[in-house]
């Protein structure tokens, strides 16, 4: 994994030249306490960058060929793809008639260890009233392959999958002292949660474990992770997230919550 950057707030810290916003983690809060930045990055340039990278990843065919079971290797895997800021649309069409190749991207310099990637998705119904350009940035996807098999083994379509990432999503709350963030797919079925380094590491190191465990137990409880990525600005901002099913939607009503860690 990747080195962090530094200097980005302590928990609970003001900001003196931000207006008196706050700070949790490496979230920045604005006036109405609401997630505004994340490590500094703005934080709907950063969501939409991160969904977009997602889906021209997970829309390469090359990726999942040739077709076979999933072998120790895929969990070693490693997909890396430069993104100019200028290929990452405000608006996004995760529909199956958008998901077509773009050549005018910047997919010479994309690599995996298949070769060059195909473009990115037509993609056009995210951030519709966003005006902001983003920057240009580096984008990690580990073991791509081994999460395809995972998706499949509890029968998640990648056309239903993609159209789940490819819409808005909605930040929700995040009670914990961690500031890490999560958002909601629109569909209400999975979660991005922003990881700690050592919270990626840890998820990786336990896959294979994990992958046969849920394979042999499929009515588990535990969670169920759909993707490990790693956000890289030019500025030496890492951003890592997992994507996982929701298991309470928001229709369902809560009358009592707690809190479990582990010993």
Not at 15 to 29: A, D, I, R, Y
Not at 146 to 167: C, N, W
Not at 217 to 245: E, H, W
Request: glycine share 8%.
């Amino acid at each position: 994994m990747d080195s962090d950057s530094r200097g980005t707030g302590d928990i609970g810290s003001s900001n003196p030249s931000g207006g008196g916003k706050q700070k949790v983690g490496h979230t920045t809060l604005n006036a109405n306490n609401e997630p505004q930045k994340f490590k500094k990055l703005e934080l709907e340039n950063l969501q939409r960058s991160i969904q977009h990278a997602i889906l021209r990843i997970i829309s390469n065919k090359e990726l999942y060929l040739p077709e076979r079971q999933m072998l120790m290797v895929d969990l070693q895997q490693v997909v890396i793809i430069n993104v100019n800021g200028s290929d990452v649309p405000r608006e996004i069409d995760s529909s199956p008639s958008g998901r077509t190749t773009s050549a005018a991207t910047s997919d010479r310099t994309d690599r995996s260890e298949g070769g060059v990637l195909a473009g990115a998705p037509s993609i056009s119904a995210l951030h519709r009233n966003s005006s902001t350009s983003v920057s240009s940035f580096r984008f990690k996807a580990y073991a791509p392959r081994a999460f395809d098999f995972f998706r499949k083994i509890y029968k998640v379509e990648l056309t239903d999958f993609m159209t789940s990432i490819g819409d808005r999503m909605k930040c929700i709350p995040n009670p914990g002292a961690s500031g890490s963030l999560f958002f909601i797919t629109g569909d209400d079925c999975f979660i991005m949660k922003t990881l700690q380094k050592k919270e990626a590491v840890f998820l990786l190191e336990l896959y294979p474990g994990y992958i046969l465990n849920l394979y042999q137990s499929p009515d588990t409880l535990l969670p169920k992770y759909f993707g490990c990525y790693c956000y890289q600005s030019t500025m030496g901002q890492n951003v890592r997230i997992a994507i996982m099913n929701n298991l309470i939607p928001r229709n369902v009503t809560l009358w009592k919550k707690y809190d479990l860690k582990g010993g």
